[in-house]
Nanobody, 127 residues
């Protein structure tokens, strides 16, 4: 059974940084995407960043230039480095992995692409 466990969330002031980690077990990284999503209260879950096993990355417009996604396949761990955090980045952050093929027309940041999700880690940014 695939398990994803996020860590690294917390409370920071505007302009601060956090590094999220997502440790995977029961899963061997395959030739698919892994991603970070976030959901604020009353809002839809949105894609933040995604990385393919070949290293290709994509980012949501609101985080480009501030967030960096990376992976360590030897450790089965996904990371999200978040710099210059803003109050609007406040949300529950989830990691997700795709283990099955999906339509090639699905965007990498579409939550429909992913079939396993972590439990989330809270990020709160104060002004």
């Amino acid at each position: 059974q695939v398990q994803l466990v996020e860590s690294g969330g917390g409370s920071v002031q505007s302009g601060g940084s956090l590094r999220l980690s997502c440790a995977a077990s029961g899963y061997r990284y395959s030739n698919h995407w892994k991603g970070w999503f976030r959901q604020a209260p009353g809002k839809e879950r949105e894609g933040v960043a995604a990385i393919h096993n070949d290293g290709n990355t994509t980012y949501g417009d609101s985080v480009k230039g501030r967030f960096t996604i990376s992976q360590d396949n030897a450790k089965n761990t996904l990371y999200l480095q978040m710099n210059n955090l803003k109050p609007e980045d406040t949300a529950m952050y989830y990691c997700a992995v795709q283990t099955m093929s999906t339509s090639p027309t699905l965007q990498a940041l579409s939550k429909l692409r992913y079939n396993y999700w972590g439990q989330g880690t809270q990020v709160t940014v104060s002004s």
